[in-house]
């Protein structure tokens, strides 16, 4: 215990002492606007130590009370992150230790070593440890396991020169990851047996040619026959019909693209003709023309009969119905109103190119040398024509400005988007749209004018809202006739009833014309 006279060291330390035991930090806000005049503390305390205790000591220092000032003085204070936070008293951080301690301690467990007392002889110690021969040791002849015993009875998986495909199945992957179903037709199979799909489940990032080479290894693992070419390239998928008809009016699925970016669940596996008159990817068809357009029917060699190329004709044009008797009939193109011999072979022909003609009806001689014979460069350019190929033309408005728009035509549609550079648009305030036509709504695309080799102007006529629009387009001659020869492929490879309606409209008004003409040269004549 200490007693003290001087008011100033009392509330200074008085005031350290609410500071310093306040956690809370409500003593220091408090009292921070009643600090301590330190001016006034040294007047005093010089005051106070001239007169009661002397003053100054002999060697210029201030005396016990001079200290005051000092004194009255309290430390500073800074706050730190756990402002406001008490902490933890010490009796509870030691009891925490100890807690720990003990439960680390439960976890060790001390054990007394002891000295040996017995004494073992060297042959003893060896006995525990015996070197043991495992080279004599006799084989176990207990149960197989379940590997042993599948591998036993599926020796041809072994030999499958199609297992780095494997890879691609989607069987066991269902439900986890994203998998694709096709039914599959194999056209080298028998007539009985290609009725029936081959399911297959693939992965969907696998290519068509990993697709491919999947359905050669599970046609091999489950037995089939023939067995296949080992070369995974001699092999196409083709678009098929639901009950197995190979979609020739499509080309085959580019190999190097995946899989799921085409929506097909019903594919065939089809042999790419490998005649040696023909090259690798090229394939032998039969061309039937009719009233209407024409058809492009495959054919597997020159033995089959002409039968079967007619229930294929008739099997693609629309309307027409099995058991509905012989309405039509075969006639060579060279050679009108000669029906051809539906037993013999189309070797015996030494044509490609017939016509399809109604069984009361005739066919006009003067059309008989207009076609030339059918050339295969003919029948690639027809196929190529589906494939989506993109221009970048001109496209011609009301006012005679031009736009330059992107044309991308495919099998499916005719896409026209607008460049982002339109300065000639912007000009008259007209910004060209997006526009999608479906090749169902195409009705003609004929060329206009042809000026010079660098420019020429074509117009395509399409079917929207119940009215016939018409759009045109100027370009180089060569894109022009390219776009033109293109777009009248996919037409006549389509009976679209768009296009068969708008020639019938054409035809109408051209007669009407004609008769408006006749009367008024009759009335003037009179």
């Known amino acids: 215990m200490a007693f003290l006279d001087n008011p100033t060291i009392i509330l200074a330390h008085i005031r350290q002492s609410h500071v310093t035991s306040d956690d809370s930090g409500m003593c220091e806000m408090v009292l921070i606007d009643h600090d301590v005049d330190l001016e006034k503390c040294h007047s005093t305390a010089t005051s106070a130590g001239g007169g009661s205790m002397g003053g100054m000591l002999g060697d210029g220092s201030v005396g016990v009370d001079g200290q005051t000032c000092d004194l009255s003085q309290s430390m500073d204070i800074t706050s730190s992150w756990d402002f406001g936070i008490r902490r933890r008293s010490n009796t509870a951080q030691r009891l925490e230790r100890l807690r720990k301690e003990r439960q680390n301690q439960i976890k060790c467990k001390n054990v007394q070593w002891k000295e040996r007392t017995s004494s073992q002889s060297a042959d ?20 197989k396991s379940t590997l042993s015993l599948r591998l036993e009875q599926c020796p041809q998986q072994l030999n499958n020169p199609f297992n780095e495909y494997s890879k691609f199945d989607g069987k066991g992957h269902v439900g986890t990851t994203a998998t694709k179903k096709i039914d599959v037709y194999l056209s080298m199979q028998s007539a009985q047996e ?40 001699t092999y196409c998928l083709h678009i098929a019909e639901d009950d197995g008809e190979v979609d020739t009016d ?14 097909f669940s019903t594919l ?24 209407h357009g024409f058809s492009l029917i495959p054919v597997d060699s020159l033995k089959v009969t002409m039968k079967e190329i007619l229930q294929k004709a008739l099997k693609k044009r629309k309307g027409s119905q099995k058991g509905s008797g012989p ?18 072979t189309l070797e015996n022909q ?21 076609d030339p014979p059918i050339d295969i460069t003919t029948v690639q350019d027809m196929l190529s024509s589906h494939h989506y190929k993109s221009f970048k033309i001109s496209m011609i408005h009301k006012l005679r400005f031009t736009t330059d728009v992107q044309l991308g035509i495919s099998g499916e549609k005719v896409e026209i988007d607008p460049v982002t550079n339109q300065k000639t648009s912007t000009k008259f305030w007209i910004r060209q749209k997006p526009i999608s036509i479906d090749s169902d709504l195409l009705c003609a695309c004929d ?7 660098s420019h020429a102007i074509f117009k395509l006529t399409y079917l929207s809202n ?20 293109k777009v009248n492929y996919i037409l006549e490879s389509r009976a679209s009833t768009s296009r068969a309606d708008y020639f019938a409209q054409k035809q109408r008004k051209l007669s009407r014309r004609t008769s408006f003409s006749f009367q008024k040269d009759k009335k003037s004549g009179q």
Not at 124 to 142: I, Q, V, Y
Not at 250 to 263: A, Y
Not at 350 to 370: D, H, K
Not at 466 to 485: G, P, Q, R, S
Request: with cysteine.
């Open 466 to 485: 119940h009215d016939y629009k018409a759009l045109y387009f100027e370009c180089d001659a060569a894109t022009v006739n390219e776009i033109v020869l």
């Open 268 to 291: 065939a596996l089809v042999e790419k003709y490998s005649s040696p008159g023909l090259g690798p990817k090229q394939s032998l068809f039969v061309r039937i023309n009719a009233a």
């Open 194 to 233: 290609k009725l029936h799909p081959m399911m297959v489940v693939t992965m969907a990032n696998a290519r068509v040619h990993d697709l491919i080479g999947l359905i050669c290894w599970q046609y091999t693992s489950e037995g089939r026959e023939p067995k296949l070419n080992e070369n995974v390239n």
């Open 250 to 263: 499509f080309p085959p699925l580019d190999s190097n693209e995946p899989i799921h970016k085409f929506g």
């Open 447 to 453: 060329l206009v004018e042809e000026k010079s080799p």
């Open 124 to 143: 003893d110690l060896s006995s525990l440890f015996e070197k043991k021969d495992f080279k004599d040791r006799p084989r176990c002849t207990g149960t």
């Open 350 to 370: 030494s044509t490609l190119e017939f016509c399809l003609v109604r069984e009361n009806s005739s066919r006009g001689e003067e059309s008989s040398e207009e």
């Open 327 to 344: 309405m039509y009939r075969l006639e060579k193109q060279t050679e009108p109103n000669v029906a051809v011999d539906l037993d013999s």
